[in-house]
């Protein structure tokens, strides 16, 4: 057996095996893939192979994406049969969410080329005669969708591996996995150990035990899922022996189940509540082809609504069932990408729609390695998404969750509530005394709205359809009402968020915004270490700058405020979502001389954000600090006191009022919190919410990762000029934006008025288009309360970022006129923010 290797792919699965494929694609030979049994062996083998294209995450659509042209292309290069069946893919709708979802997604289908058709139940009933098309409102197609043989493509990508120098080494088990003094990784085997520069753990129901051998704890869990495959049926036999198409792969999202052909008869597979996650500490050392024992009394319910709808299921018997183990997240996307706190070990792991991912996955997964960056934005998928708090007792409950889920109508606005409350900021009982209606973001919850006392909505209101699946609303506490509806249209916190906008600027607001990642960087190299890692020019002590880590091609990684306390000392803030993957980023930069240390310290500070015309007088109700215009300008920062207490006062904000975020102690929130509440009562202090925040930051076109800031996106067509100072010496990426700029850019980051909007505003992911032809895409849209206007920010062709441009977007379906109009449309010489 061989002793070196430049990457080490553990796991013989379809995931792992693209991996290595990939690899040796991108032309790395010296690749070796270490399989415990048999290729396939794990959960490959008993999937059902379906490649739904159908995804709502721009990340894992464009993998979905590939993975379906590679797999229709794999024959003809390996010449081994896959068993690719371009049969299409339906999808019903029974309800009007439903429909929103599709039509939203169709938007999203577009802006990546995935062709999506539309079908009235007419036109279903001729493509699937067996289907009763009673109480459907309508269908969605994807032509190019199918199903394939997961244990065909995984043979047919391992010979392709093969053929290009890299090596498979099938019944050989790791051990353990090593660091060695060199800087390598030592992966020891029963059968010799490799030293190698990359190891790649696409372990499926291992990955706990695989991560383990590092000291990573994978956020991953399968669950069960259960398929059901019938005897032929005679009017399926009598349509083959007549030469009829197969009639594709049918979904009946309300009813939580698919279904398609199989053998002459048909397959059906349920996703419903209550399947167990399973090997939550890893499978035995021996499992092989492994499947659990039936529990059709959990499908009953799914199975019946499939009899509705195709009476020929419940016509013939059944010939199998299959229970098998399915990979999953607390969210149900995969995790792929780079290992947090570990060089060059890399993860690919977590599918729980495995086999339609794993061409996608390896593709990117190989650019990263090989390439240094990813060719589309992988945020959606980064392994460093999920924090610290996604253990094992959290993740049996979120993954068992996120699989039942999955034919839920994803509305944007959607809580779920599984493992929650679970992080909370010392002021969270008093925040939900107000009315707080809470979101959750990295564990932490944080107000999205606040509700009126007393507020509820009637069942009418909610409006349940009658389905199988029929949540519209997250659940009430005991003896309380659901106080929002889900929609992607205006919903009922619509006019509330409103009331919230109006009121901070015309009054004060308080927002929590604890969740705030926070860094602190110090030492005798810390000012020179940032000045190369970061775009912009460092701020004199006392000041506060906007600042970016960029990708070396010049596409923006991270954002961050940067507060520089002293010669030698910062403070950093950063989005609350990404605060593993932003401390991730820069450890992973820091010099290894010691000069410079990087302390993670989100827990240890709250964030409590004071904005409004009214917010200077209130906070000098409580502080001898001078917080004039002249001794506390815009974009400076110094430490006060807080009646008793204390806080880093920084003045910005995000939403483009006269303001101060106030870091402090989080032992000191309380009496904080307390005291403002107290002294601004006669002002009109309120709290107020994320997405009232979210409404005035789209009047300041501000900018969010990974929307409008994407490593897809060079830093010059997000717009960030200001903030990417290309004349003042060298920085990480400058090169990269440098010859990004000369090939030409592709896109420009413009502000829209969106025009006709009644009652749907754009999320983001619309198409954009001039005369009939895609120009872009919508990053964000929603009501900007303070003008008055439904707003969309959107990449575009530069050509078409004039001052009036006259645009179409398509938002559910329906065109509206968009017209490219001036950046901050609300007070764009930021009066009041410097007020």
């Known amino acids: 057996m061989r002793t070196q290797a430049r990457v080490v792919v553990i796991g013989g699965g379809v995931v792992g095996v693209s991996t290595l494929y990939h690899l040796a694609?991108?032309?790395?030979?010296?690749?070796?893939?270490?399989?415990?049994?048999?290729?396939?062996?794990?959960?490959?083998?008993?999937a059902a192979g379906l490649l739904p294209l159908f995804n709502l995450s721009y990340s894992v659509g464009q993998l979905h994406r590939y993975s379906v042209g590679l797999y229709g292309e794999l024959q003809a290069e390996t010449g081994q049969d896959v068993g690719f069946r371009r049969v299409s893919n339906i999808r019903l709708a029974r309800t009007s969410d439903r429909w929103d979802e599709y039509m939203f997604y169709k938007g999203v289908a577009?802006?990546?080329?995935?062709?999506?058709?539309?079908?009235?139940?007419?036109?279903?009933?001729?493509?699937?005669?067996?289907?009763?098309?009673?109480?459907?409102?309508?269908?969605?197609q994807h032509p190019d969708d199918g199903y394939i043989q997961p244990a065909d493509l995984t043979q047919a990508m391992a010979k392709g591996a093969r053929e290009r120098g890299a090596e498979i080494l099938r019944y050989t088990t790791v051990l353990g996995i090593e660091r060695t003094?060199?800087?390598?990784?030592?992966?020891?085997?029963d059968k010799g150990d490799i030293r190698c520069e990359h190891v790649v753990s696409a372990t499926g129901s291992f990955a706990r035990q695989t991560g383990a051998m590092v000291g990573l704890d994978i956020p991953v869990i399968p669950v069960e899922h259960q398929y059901i495959v019938t005897e032929p049926h005679p009017a399926i036999v009598e349509r083959r022996k007549r030469g009829l198409p197969e009639m594709g792969v049918l979904r009946e999202s309300d009813s939580s189940w698919y279904m398609r052909e199989e053998n002459g008869g048909l397959l059906l597979g349920p996703y419903e509540k209550g399947a167990p996650a399973c090997y939550v500490d890893g499978p035995s050392d021996q499992a092989e082809y492994e499947l659990f024992p039936e529990d059709l009394d959990r499908l009953a319910p799914h199975i019946e609504t499939a009899i509705a709808r195709v009476p020929a299921f419940g016509e013939v018997g059944v010939k199998k069932v299959y229970n098998g183990a399915i990979a999953y997240t607390p969210d149900g996307g995969p995790i792929v990408g780079p290992a947090w706190d570990l060089p060059n070990f890399w993860l690919n792991e977590g599918h729980s729609f495995g086999v339609t991912a794993a061409g996608g996955a390896g593709w990117q997964?190989?650019?990263?390695?090989?390439?240094?960056?990813?060719?589309?934005?992988?945020?959606?998928?980064?392994?460093?998404?999920?924090?610290?708090?996604?253990?094992?007792g959290y993740l049996r409950r979120?993954?068992?969750?996120?699989?039942?889920?999955?034919?839920?109508?994803?509305?944007?606005?959607?809580?779920?509530?599984?493992?929650?409350?679970?992080?909370?900021t010392p002021c969270y009982e008093r925040m939900k005394a107000l009315g707080a209606v809470f979101g959750?973001?990295?564990?932490?919850?944080?107000?999205?709205?606040?509700?009126?006392?007393?507020?509820?909505?009637?069942?009418?209101?909610?409006?349940?359809?009658?389905?199988?699946l029929r949540e519209t609303h997250p659940p009430a506490a005991a003896g309380e009402r659901p106080r929002e509806r889900w929609s992607f249209r205006r919903t009922n916190y619509f006019a509330h968020v409103g009331n919230e906008c109006r009121h901070v600027s015309e009054a004060v607001g308080l927002l929590d915004m604890s969740a705030f990642a926070k860094f602190e960087v110090s030492g005798p190299g810390a000012a020179a270490w940032l000045e190369r890692t970061l775009t912009n020019r460092l701020p004199k002590i006392g000041r506060v700058s906007l600042s970016y880590l960029l990708t070396t091609n010049g596409g923006v990684r991270s954002e961050f405020t940067v507060f520089r306390e002293g010669p030698a000392q910062f403070y950093l803030v950063s989005a609350g979502a990404l605060e593993r993957h932003d401390f991730d980023c820069?450890?992973?930069?820091?010099?290894r001389d010691g000069s410079v240390t990087l302390q993670k310290v989100t827990t240890q500070h709250g964030v409590l954000v004071l904005a409004g015309p009214r917010s200077r007088e209130l906070l000098q109700r409580v502080t001898d600090a001078d917080l004039s215009n002249a001794a506390f300008p815009w974009l400076s920062g110094r430490t006060i006191d807080v009646g008793a207490a204390y806080a880093r006062a920084l003045r910005v904000n995000f939403v483009g009022e006269l303001g101060w975020e106030l870091h402090h102690p989080i032992e000191m929130q309380n009496t904080i919190f307390d005291l403002l509440m107290d002294v601004g009562r006669d002002l009109g202090l309120r709290p107020f919410g994320i997405r009232a925040m979210d409404s005035m930051r789209l009047e300041k076109t501000y900018r969010l990762i990974p929307r409008e800031l994407s490593i897809e996106y060079a830093a010059a067509e997000s717009g960030l000029q200001r903030f990417v100072p290309l004349d003042r010496g060298d920085f990480l990426g400058r090169d990269g934006l440098v010859a990004w700029e000369k090939r030409g850019l592709k896109n420009r980051l413009v502000t829209l008025e969106v025009q006709g909007v009644t009652d749907a505003d754009a999320r983001g992911s619309?198409?954009?288009?001039?005369?009939?032809?895609?120009?872009?895409?919508s990053t964000s849209g929603g009501y900007g309360w303070r003008v008055g206007k439904s707003l969309a920010l959107a990449m575009v062709r530069p050509d078409l970022g004039a001052l009036g441009t006259e645009l179409e977007i398509a938002i559910l379906g329906k065109p509206h006129r968009a017209t490219v109009i001036a950046d901050s449309p609300y007070d764009p010489a930021n009066a009041r923010l410097r007020a």
């Open 110 to 140: 577009e802006t990546i080329g995935v062709r999506v058709e539309v079908l009235t139940p007419a036109q279903l009933k001729e493509i699937w005669p067996l289907c009763n098309v009673e109480g459907l409102r309508g269908a969605i």
């Open 398 to 424: 979120k993954n068992e969750e996120a699989y039942a889920n999955v034919f839920t109508v994803h509305f944007p606005d959607e809580e779920r509530v599984a493992t929650r409350p679970l992080k909370r």
């Open 25 to 46: 694609r991108k032309g790395w030979r010296d690749c070796v893939l270490l399989e415990r049994k048999e290729l396939t062996s794990g959960s490959t083998w008993h």
């Open 440 to 468: 959750s973001v990295y564990g932490w919850e944080r107000p999205n709205w606040f509700a009126p006392q007393g507020y509820g909505l009637s069942e009418a209101e909610l409006a349940k359809p009658d389905t199988l």
């Open 766 to 777: 619309e198409p954009i288009r001039l005369k009939g032809e895609l120009v872009g895409r």
């Open 586 to 591: 820069l450890r992973k930069l820091l010099p």
């Open 181 to 189: 003094p060199a800087g390598e990784w030592l992966v020891k085997t």
């Open 365 to 392: 997964l190989a650019e990263w390695i090989v390439e240094g960056e990813p060719t589309i934005d992988m945020m959606g998928v980064d392994p460093r998404r999920f924090g610290p708090h996604a253990t094992r």
